[in-house]
């Protein structure tokens, strides 16, 4: 296609992408850069039903001249990026300079809440996304195999973890892992402990998210990998058939390779998702033991009644950032493969 | 004239009927537009505020829980979104830091004949809000199953946790709830009891934070003693969580808001038996104090400021007609009104029993919602006994002082 015609077709989007995607991340990253106004108090007697008392409040009006003086606020730079709610870096050399071993070096990062949300974050971007190609490619084998007459209403019900809404889905399996719900009362009878919590132990939480994660996403793959199946090529499968290639080696050696750019398709959308992952947390209120780098931005937006701005525009172009370094080597490989065929 | 003439019959087929849907308020004009929470007791005050919207009165309400994060927005706005902004102890800070919110002063001259002393929020000499309920945690429990034990009702925490440890050997599995989800609950508790030792939060006259101490520490092991006579999934336990398993009886001591009592003892309870056997008592008392430990709250309303006087004068009248007395008719069991004229029932009798007790209020200070949210995030690790209460305590300040720093409340 030449370039003008390819320029022509694509400005629209290009357009809103500038407009409603690259805009907004430059004002969120011009955000990050910025803290409040230090804040003028004044004392002040405040009375109401359960008595008076001194107390310290805002002065509204002063605050409202530095503010049309500055509206963006105080400039700081990078320091909201280092603080100890982001990448922590005098935290960290402390951690460093006075830890006594490797595990207490571990245990002290991951106390701190930007590195214990990221590392929940890529655990669960790195186990659930193999999982959902694998599991993914398995069912799309198996309904490719079945008589036909089955094979549409066993397609729908794959399907269906990933038509129910992420929150819903999460709230369903919430209240199934309950002590009280069939999945966690029947854990308990299974492993005759009364105990057991699925929604207490941070390792059952995250293992119930990754459960989750999978089975939610596991439709798309399986998706894309039935409709790649349907394109293999019979003539080669059929050659290998009378080269004496048993089933499990024409998987092998001739529907895997062939179905390789769509798990490298799918890869690419799993890892950008998982590393945004956000509802499995608040369905499952899993809070408590799992954050991710999204939990992060709606709890500094939403969590108090007066959101830290700057706190959240840092952690957004983190996460960026983790999307970039993450793909990077996808992305690198798709342009290889394009520059040799072309 | 002639509308003089139709709102006179009108005001006296009202008293005749004694409470019809339409009344007249005296407002000529104006646009009232209420944006508040979602719960019962608001739900009547805003029926009764639409009682006067007429052909030049329009009234609008928008309940929802979602209010207080979009209450900023939509009275920054100019002309604001909403005239009345429906307001709680710390949900009017932010309205207050902004600027948001109009004196009430000259409107209460006027028209606030109605209005006790006690429900004017005065800042600085100038009115900003008007309060009509209180609201705070107090101590649930089933007095048969006390009775059948021989368990007196625990006033302190010691007796507290003797009541349930007697249950929990007498086959109560888990006899206590309470709202410990990790987040804005958890962190309600932790307020409750700290400020139920008397100690403050922060230095005097400074956003620093003073919590690393004894008490800090005293209150954050008797959470970690609570937490060992509730269910395993108290980490995941909120209000609307706790109130199933109490109705099943599976428990028979809680801490829960008061707000919630009309609920578990109405007309609509599932199990009767249990519904009639509950009952309410102020918060317990810790360690040596005698103050119950709990927070008190108050709802009440703001008037924008970014709006017309007439806007703002009519939304005013329009509350006022929404929070008169006549609001308590059918209405007494809803909440423990401010309001003149209130007689508590049975419902009210937890909140009445820490007002009673001189529970403190909830700060109202500009940098309490930062500590909130730090509290929260940063207390069930401690709870699920991966760390110590003193690296708890440090993870708040941190948390904490990050905040406050962004917000411009610290250096």
Request: net charge negative; aromatic share 10%; hydrophobic share 50%.
């Amino acid at each position: 296609m030449p370039h003008k015609t390819f320029l022509a077709f694509i400005w629209p989007s290009l357009l809103a992408m500038i407009l409603f995607i690259a805009l907004p991340i430059v004002s969120v990253g011009y955000q990050s850069l910025f803290i409040e106004h230090e804040q003028i108090l004044i004392e002040s007697e405040t009375c109401g039903p359960f008595g008076c008392d001194t107390e310290v409040s805002v002065d509204a009006a002063a605050m409202a001249e530095l503010r049309e003086a500055q509206p963006a606020g105080r400039f700081t730079g990078l320091g909201t990026y280092t603080n100890a709610s982001h990448l922590a870096f005098d935290e960290i050399g402390e951690i460093f300079a006075t830890s006594e071993n490797f595990g207490e070096i571990r245990n002290r990062i991951m106390n701190l809440p930007f590195y214990k949300a990221l590392i929940f974050t890529l655990a669960y971007t790195f186990i659930v996304t193999p999982l959902v190609i694998i599991l993914g490619f398995a069912i799309a084998l198996v309904v490719n195999s079945i008589p036909r007459l089955l094979k549409g209403p066993v397609i729908f019900f794959s399907l269906l973890p990933m038509l129910v809404t992420p929150l819903v889905g999460s709230l369903v399996l919430y209240w199934m892992i309950d002590s009280r719900g069939i999945i966690g009362a029947a854990l308990q009878a299974l492993f005759s402990d009364p105990t057991l919590s699925l929604k207490a132990s941070p390792t059952l939480t995250w293992i119930t998210l990754f459960v989750y994660g999978v089975w939610h996403s596991a439709p798309f793959a399986f998706v894309v990998f039935y409709a790649g199946l349907q394109t293999v090529p019979q003539d080669t499968l059929e050659s290998a058939m009378v080269d004496g290639a048993s089933r499990w080696e024409r998987v092998r050696f001739v529907i895997v390779p062939y179905l390789m750019p769509l798990a490298t398709f799918i890869a690419l959308m799993q890892l950008m998702d998982n590393f945004r992952v956000f509802e499995p947390i608040i369905g499952f209120s899993a809070a408590a033991s799992a954050t991710s780098l999204s939990y992060l931005i709606y709890n500094d937006l939403r969590a108090s009644e007066s959101p830290l701005f700057g706190s959240a525009a840092a952690t957004s172009l983190l996460t960026i950032l983790g999307v970039i370094i993450l793909l990077l080597p996808v992305l690198r490989r798709n342009w290889r493969e394009f520059n040799r065929k072309t | 004239m002639n509308l003089r003439v139709k709102a006179t019959v009108a005001a006296g087929a009202l008293i005749a009927s004694a409470g019809g849907a339409w009344a007249d308020c005296g407002i000529e004009s104006g646009s009232v537009r209420i944006l508040s929470n979602d719960f019962p007791a608001l739900s009547a005050v805003n029926t009764r505020a639409a009682e006067c919207a007429s052909g030049t009165v329009e009234v609008t309400a928008n309940q929802t829980t979602e209010h207080r994060n979009i209450q900023v927005p939509a009275l920054s706005a100019n002309p604001a979104t909403y005239t009345v902004a429906v307001i709680a102890t710390s949900s009017i800070v932010p309205l207050l830091s902004d600027d948001l919110v109009r004196p009430l002063d000259g409107y209460i001259e006027k028209w606030g004949d109605q209005l006790l002393d006690s429900q004017k929020i005065v800042i600085d000499g100038k009115t900003m809000a008007i309060a009509f309920m209180a609201n705070a945690q107090h101590l649930y429990y089933r007095e048969d199953v006390l009775a059948e034990h021989g368990i007196e009702v625990p006033q302190t925490y010691d007796e507290l946790f003797a009541a349930a440890e007697k249950l929990q050997q007498a086959g109560w599995e888990y006899p206590l709830s309470s709202n410990f989800m990790p987040g804005w609950n958890l962190a309600a508790e932790f307020i409750n009891l700290y400020l139920g030792t008397g100690n403050r939060f922060f230095e005097p006259g400074s956003a620093n934070l003073a919590i690393d101490n004894e008490d800090g520490l005293a209150v954050l092991e008797t959470m970690k003693k609570m937490t060992e006579y509730m269910s395993p999934d108290y980490i995941t336990y909120d209000s609307n969580a706790q109130t199933p398993i109490w109705e099943a009886g599976e428990v028979a001591l809680s801490i829960a808001w008061g707000s919630r009592a009309g609920n578990y003892i109405g007309a609509d309870a599932p199990d009767r038996a249990i519904a009639d056997s509950t009952a309410f008592a102020a918060a317990p008392t810790l360690g040596d104090s005698t103050t119950p430990t709990a927070a008190l709250w108050w709802d009440g309303f703001t008037i924008a400021k970014n709006i017309s006087d007439e806007d703002a004068e009519a939304s005013f009248r329009a509350m006022m007609h929404g929070i008169a007395p006549e609001v308590l008719e059918g209405n007494m069991d809803k909440a423990v009104w401010l309001i003149d004229g209130f007689v508590p029932t049975r419902a009210a009798d937890g909140v009445m029993a820490n007002l009673k007790g001189k529970a403190k209020p909830y700060p109202m200070l500009p940098y309490i919602g930062l500590l909130h949210v730090a509290l929260g995030d940063n207390l069930s690790e401690y709870l699920q006994g991966n760390e110590s209460a003193e690296q708890a305590l440090a993870d708040v300040k941190a948390a904490y002082t990050t905040a406050a720093t962004e917000a411009g409340f610290l250096n």
